[in-house]
């Protein structure tokens, strides 16, 4: 239950028609917002033709170990936020927060996820209509990080 309460604070949950995490929506929040919310980062760096604006360290937000924002340098959206949460959340808390695994033939109306694998076959849980992929560390039990990104078909 202790679990539940640190996911349910961590991530903030909003209403199912989006998933912002802190206040900050990919694809809809600016650059200026995040830095206005969260303080100077820990650093910024361009990679892959994005900004990274990075937290961690004495500068990591409340619950996490790091969270990097990617922003579109051009229009100064958040594309993506990758949350590394603090402390240990397990699959269970996931699916109590977020939803449980699809079922086989028609998606429900409320939020399911679907269990994917990475080219280098890692695990993890994608909620699409949320704008949500929750990747598993080694064991399959226990959260790496949240990856928001904004939700197919947008708001």
Not at 19 to 45: L, T
Not at 76 to 101: A, H, M, N, W
Not at 110 to 123: A, E, G, I, V
Request: net charge positive; charged share 25%.
């Amino acid at each position: 239950m202790k679990t539940i309460a640190i996911v349910a604070v961590l991530l903030a949950a909003a209403p199912a028609v989006a998933k912002p995490w802190q206040g900050i929506e990919p694809g809809q929040s600016k650059r200026e917002q995040v830095i206005q919310k969260f303080g100077e980062p820990s650093r910024v760096v361009t990679t892959e033709g994005k900004e990274v604006i990075a937290y961690f360290e004495q500068k990591a937000i409340k619950g996490t170990k790091q969270v990097q924002f990617k922003v579109d340098p051009g229009t100064k959206l958040v594309e993506r936020i990758d949350v590394f949460p603090g402390p240990v959340i397990d699959k269970e808390s996931v699916e109590s927060t977020y939803g449980p695994v699809c079922p086989s033939g028609k998606v429900p109306a409320s939020p399911c996820y679907q269990k994917k694998l990475t080219d280098d076959f890692r695990t993890y849980l994608l909620y699409p209509r949320l704008g949500l992929a929750v990747f598993l560390n080694e064991d399959g039990k226990t959260v790496h990080s949240f990856i928001f990104t904004p939700q197919p078909g947008g708001k």
